[in-house]
């Protein structure tokens, strides 16, 4: 399995010639001409992981695919074809199988709604937690670890890679950290990443690697 990183928290994943998008929001480039994609995944509703102008970019190519998303999401998302997930729900598409963990997005603060949010396991293999830091209750051997938002901090951040303890890892959702600040956050995943034995993935937006 191929995983491609776009911009802050959405991901490309490909497997036997056939694609899975995941959080394809407003900080991430526009996805043009993106074909044999089989679904889509949006952990929550905010802007920066699901925006309807990209699921229209990718229903162009794509027409007919499926939206995994939060009860939330698909009111707002009506006019498309939405499948709602909840904690420990399982589906195979294509060549992928999705599994769905968590319930809420993490705290931004108490004014503040808490949304819904499902973290996605692909495969049995990658695991991308949304919003949340929501573990899976399996080993993982890839965890796309978030790194900038409002509603973290870093402690949290060790914490959550401490508590998966992945064979790989890298950096995601880190749109809103300057290059500075990615250069810091980067360095402490590294550091929980292979003091827990793991493999810390340096990954830029537009970089692949395979699983």
């Given at each position: 399995?191929?995983?491609?990183?776009?911009g802050?928290?959405?991901?490309?994943?490909?497997?036997?010639g056939?694609?899975?998008?995941?959080?394809?929001?407003?900080?991430?480039?526009?996805?043009?001409?993106?074909?044999?994609?089989?679904?889509?995944?949006?952990?929550?509703?905010?802007?920066?992981?699901?925006l309807?102008?990209?699921?229209?970019?990718?229903?162009?190519?794509?027409?007919?695919i499926?939206?995994?998303?939060?009860?939330?999401?698909?009111?707002r998302?009506d006019?498309?074809?939405?499948?709602?997930?909840?904690?420990?729900?399982?589906?195979?598409?294509?060549?992928?199988t999705?599994e769905?963990?968590?319930?809420?997005?993490?705290?931004i603060?108490?004014?503040?709604?808490?949304?819904?949010?499902?973290?996605?396991l692909?495969?049995?293999?990658?695991?991308?937690?949304?919003?949340?830091?929501?573990?899976?209750?399996?080993?993982?051997?890839?965890?796309?670890v978030?790194t900038?938002?409002?509603?973290?901090?870093?402690?949290?951040?060790?914490d959550f890679?401490?508590?998966?303890?992945?064979?790989?890892?890298?950096?995601?959702?880190?749109?809103?950290?300057?290059?500075?600040?990615?250069?810091?956050?980067?360095?402490?995943?590294?550091?929980?990443?292979?003091?827990?034995?793991?493999?810390?993935?340096?990954?830029?937006?537009?970089?692949s690697?395979s699983l």
């Amino acid at each position: 399995m191929q995983i491609t990183k776009h911009g802050h928290a959405c991901l490309v994943l490909e497997d036997s010639g056939k694609k899975l998008v995941i959080d394809a929001g407003s900080y991430t480039d526009p996805l043009e001409n993106l074909t044999d994609v089989v679904a889509v995944v949006a952990t929550h509703v905010h802007d920066d992981h699901v925006l309807e102008a990209q699921l229209d970019r990718i229903l162009a190519a794509n027409p007919g695919i499926q939206i995994f998303t939060t009860p939330e999401a698909a009111k707002r998302l009506d006019r498309y074809d939405t499948v709602v997930v909840y904690h420990g729900d399982h589906y195979p598409i294509g060549p992928f199988t999705l599994e769905f963990f968590g319930d809420l997005h993490a705290v931004i603060h108490d004014s503040y709604p808490r949304f819904e949010n499902r973290g996605v396991l692909v495969n049995d293999t990658l695991y991308y937690p949304g919003d949340s830091f929501v573990t899976p209750d399996r080993p993982v051997a890839c965890l796309a670890v978030p790194t900038s938002g409002p509603w973290m901090k870093i402690a949290e951040v060790i914490d959550f890679i401490n508590e998966v303890k992945p064979q790989k890892s890298f950096a995601t959702h880190n749109a809103l950290n300057s290059d500075k600040g990615n250069a810091l956050a980067n360095s402490r995943v590294k550091m929980t990443t292979e003091a827990n034995g793991g493999e810390y993935l340096s990954i830029a937006d537009g970089d692949s690697f395979s699983l």
